[in-house]
């Protein structure tokens, strides 16, 4: 039960340039959550998907798109990737879209864009 | 709209003093509360939740946390600081919608 994981771990970017981040859970989740975290703000959630064929918008989505493949594989692009995408990214599932249930995260891709 | 205050962003404590991270959040709902750790370069870990049960709760590694409607406080405490310990702290609150606070970092001074 390897639980959620992530690829790349690192990745440099020239500016303009596409790539998507890839994020697979073997937990059975309905939920699956993309993050992006930079210093002193905390998390904040981009996209997400509270079940297999639905995808939503969080706070911070422009200049993100997303896939949820199947229901364990949720992918997140980025078209053109621009200075300000630098960040830590955490991709996150749980078991449904319910206040009581905790999330459990990769470990991360740790992308520059220069 | 909900939120999530981290009262501090920074905490330094000597080895085998007691540590007190403050969380304070607004809801319009019944909410469900989390506290993360995050030690450098990894992924979140889950501490320990509150979820309308008992309103002390206790997690891994002699954490724990009491819920205080009251106060709309869910502060972190342990007993004895530990050198593990240092990495940074994440108070969550869900209802169902996520939310972070920014976090506080915890130093433990040998």
């Known amino acids: 039960n390897a639980g959620v994981t992530q690829t790349p771990k690192f990745q440099v970017l020239k500016t303009g340039q596409s790539m998507t981040l890839q994020c697979a859970q073997d937990?059975?989740?309905?939920?699956m959550y993309w993050y992006r975290q930079d210093p002193g703000m905390g998390l904040r959630l981009i996209y997400y998907?509270?079940?297999?064929?639905?995808?939503d918008k969080g706070e911070v989505p422009n200049g993100y798109n997303v896939s949820r493949l199947n229901k364990r594989e949720f992918s997140l692009r980025l078209e053109s990737a621009a200075p300000s995408q630098t960040s830590v990214y955490f991709c996150?599932?749980?078991?449904?879209?319910?206040?009581?249930?905790?999330?459990?995260f990769g470990p991360g891709t740790r992308l520059t864009v220069t | 709209a909900q939120s999530v205050t981290q009262l501090d962003s920074h905490v330094s404590v000597s080895e085998g003093t007691p540590v007190l991270l403050r969380c304070n959040y607004s809801?319009?709902?019944?909410?469900?509360l989390f506290w993360y750790v995050q030690h450098p370069n990894k992924g979140l870990q889950l501490l320990l939740k509150?979820?309308?049960?008992?309103?002390l709760v206790k997690g891994i590694n002699g954490f724990e946390a009491e819920f205080k409607k009251s106060e709309t406080s869910f502060h972190l405490t342990k007993p004895s600081a530990h050198m593990s310990d240092a990495a940074e702290y994440f108070c969550?609150?869900?209802?169902?919608?996520?939310?972070f606070g920014t976090g506080t970092k915890l130093q433990v001074i040998p």
């Open positions: 937990m059975n989740h309905n939920s």
């Open positions: 996150a599932s749980r078991p449904r879209e319910r206040e009581v249930h905790g999330q459990y």
């Open positions: 969550v609150v869900s209802d169902p919608k996520v939310t």
């Open positions: 809801s319009s709902y019944s909410p469900s």
């Open positions: 509150y979820t309308s049960a008992a309103t």
């Open positions: 998907s509270a079940s297999e064929g639905t995808t």
